[in-house]
């Protein structure tokens, strides 16, 4: 994210979830229905890319990566509301939209973390789209590569005696190997309990036919908008490091099963791949 450019990579997010809603048929994997108001004059033009062009296999796997990924978050935070979790950190958080969807978010403080530049962006979207700042939202601005996110999370008011959920989702492909480990070795920081939900990607051995195929094609075009993909893990490389930092692994999902199975059975062009996958891992008992 440059300080005069918005992240592409943010905005395409976006835009999918948003698409989804419209050039997809149901079962929907996720309904994000603030998505559209928030990208405000982007979002005919985007969308109206993924009306036409929507079977591209580029353009329905970033349907089926953001809303898979979104689906088996937010199940997951709200299965953690219901047993009195009440805090949500939200680390590059980019054009999510959780905070000002209605729902679960009432019942959890929300923490948005990502770069100042990005918030300032987002900020400027959401005032020209008319939609109010929440009750417990609280942005956290922070650069990943250069700043500490302990006392940026304890300024803004969140608890680390405290469980929370920490989503980190679409993210850690674009991050060094260094930055990975700094907010690991601060969640775990956090209280026992508290869960990662982290999206990462594979090394190109362990992609199945389609992941391989989306990343011949992504991957060039985000080192093209400067953007590029830094990090890849198998899942015992990332489980040895989620370990080294104190956070115990409780599970790696596929794309396919991140969503219920029933959601594949499928009239439209989306279908899993398996080039990036969730980790869901625990902060150990201290």
């Known amino acids: 994210m440059h300080e005069a450019q918005p992240s592409q990579t943010a905005v395409m997010a976006a835009a999918a979830r948003a698409a989804h809603l419209v050039v997809d048929r149901e079962p929907f994997i996720f309904r994000d229905t603030a998505a ?3 990208l405000g004059g982007l979002a005919e033009e985007i ?3 993924h009306r036409a062009h929507g079977d591209h296999l580029i353009l329905s796997g970033t349907r089926v990566q953001v809303t898979a990924r979104s689906h088996y978050t937010e199940r997951r935070l709200a299965e953690m509301a219901r047993d009195g979790v009440e805090q949500y950190v939200v680390l590059g958080a980019g054009l999510d939209t959780f905070a000002y969807r209605p729902g ?3 019942r959890v403080r929300i923490f948005e973390v990502d770069h100042p530049a990005t918030q300032r962006w987002k900020r400027g979207l959401l005032a020209a789209a008319g939609i109010p700042h929440p009750d417990g939202l609280t942005f956290v601005p922070v650069d990943f590569e250069t700043d500490d996110l302990t006392p940026a999370l304890s300024a803004a008011g969140f608890d680390p005696s405290r469980p929370a959920l920490v989503s980190w989702l679409g993210v850690s492909m674009y991050l060094t190997r260094d930055a990975i480990d700094a907010t690991l070795a601060t969640v775990r920081r956090f209280a026992s309990g508290t869960e990662l939900v982290m999206e990462y990607a594979l090394p190109a051995g362990l992609r199945d036919e389609r992941g391989s195929a989306y990343a011949d094609f992504a991957l060039p075009a985000a080192a093209e908008r400067g953007e590029p993909w830094l990090a890849f893990f198998t899942p015992g490389e990332l489980s040895a490091a989620l370990e ?3 956070l115990e692994t409780a ?3 596929r794309q396919a099963d991140s969503v219920d199975s029933a959601l594949w059975h499928r009239s439209d062009a989306l279908r899993p791949a398996d ?3 969730l980790v869901r891992a625990v902060v150990s008992a201290r």
């Open 104 to 106: 679960p978010a009432g």
């Open 47 to 49: 969308i109206g890319y």
């Open 251 to 253: 599970e790696h999902v």
């Open 275 to 277: 080039l990036c996958r």
């Open 244 to 246: 080294g930092h104190g």
């Open 36 to 38: 559209a108001s928030l």
